[in-house]
């Protein structure tokens, strides 16, 4: 699992990026980049990571279902992801 710090600090990212979105359209519309400049670095949107929702986890992540390949896997087997079947041939 990752850290907690980790995991806030992402979700603080994300808040930013909600926030500054408007904002960071209508100057990017404008071609203004020196006021694009001036606004918070982390309120740009490929600063946030896609992360697990259960352990926090940034790499292998199936962003449809918002897991790592961890836990879809265990959560497949378990028969808990509906409509996700394991493949046999």
């Known amino acids: 699992m990752a850290r907690k710090s980790i995991i806030a600090r992402n979700e603080k ?5 909600e ?5 960071r359209e209508e100057l990017l519309a404008a071609g203004d980049y020196e006021a694009l400049r001036k606004l918070p670095r982390d309120s740009s949107a490929t600063r ?3 992360r697990c929702v259960l352990t926090g986890r940034g790499r292998g992540n199936y962003a ?25 041939w």
Do not use: D, Q, T
């Open 19 to 23: 926030k500054y979105a408007a904002k």
């Open 48 to 50: 946030v990571r896609n």
């Open 13 to 17: 990212r994300k808040k930013l990026v």
């Open 64 to 88: 449809k279902y918002g897991l790592c390949r961890h836990m879809f896997r265990k959560l497949a087997l378990e028969g808990k992801l509906p409509g996700v079947r394991k493949a046999s």
